[in-house]
C-alpha cells in the first residue's frame, strides 16, 4: 500500500513517514485490496490534526482524528479508519448472500381472495 503523505503548517520527516508505514502494515495485510492511502497532517491553533482518505471496493472511506500531540492523533485517526474499512466489509459480505424471498403475503392474498366473505 503506497502512502501518499503531505503536511499544513507540519514538517514532514523521515521519522513520520517511518511511523505511519509501521502504524499501517497491519491495515495493508487485512484489506490487501486498499492500493494507497491519503494522510495530511496540520496543526491549527496548537492542535493536531491527520486526516486519512482511501477508496475501499468502490467506495471513498475517510477518517480522522485530532489531539495536542501528533502521534496519538494519528493513532485515534488509524482507529477510526480501521472500523469503517471493517464496516464496509461487512457490507460487501452481507450483499453476496442474498436474502431469502417471502411469499407469504401473495399467497395469503390468494387465499383471501378464494374465501367467500359477505
Known amino acids: ?5 503531505s503536511g499544513h503548517h507540519v514538517d514532514v520527516k523521515d ?3 517511518e511511523h505511519l508505514n509501521e502504524k499501517f502494515s497491519k491495515i495493508a495485510t487485512h484489506f490487501p485490496t486498499l492500493i494507497s492511502l491519503d494522510v ?6 496548537g492542535e493536531y490534526q491527520v486526516e486519512l482518505r482511501t477508496n475501499y ?6 477518517a480522522s482524528g485530532s489531539n495536542d ?3 496519538p492523533a494519528i493513532a485515534i485517526a488509524k482507529k477510526k479508519l480501521e472500523a469503517a ?4 466489509k461487512g ?3 452481507a450483499d453476496k448472500h442474498e436474502k431469502p424471498v417471502s411469499t ?4 395469503a392474498h390468494e387465499i383471501v381472495q378464494e374465501m367467500k366473505l359477505v
Open 91 to 93: 457490507q460487501l459480505k
Open 15 to 17: 521519522s513520520i513517514k
Open 40 to 45: 495530511t497532517i496540520s496543526k491549527d491553533h
Open 57 to 62: 471496493e468502490g467506495s471513498r472511506i475517510s
Open 85 to 88: 474499512l471493517k464496516h464496509r
Open 1 to 5: 500500500m503506497k502512502i501518499n503523505l
Open 69 to 71: 500531540v501528533m502521534y
Open 104 to 107: 407469504t403475503p401473495e399467497i
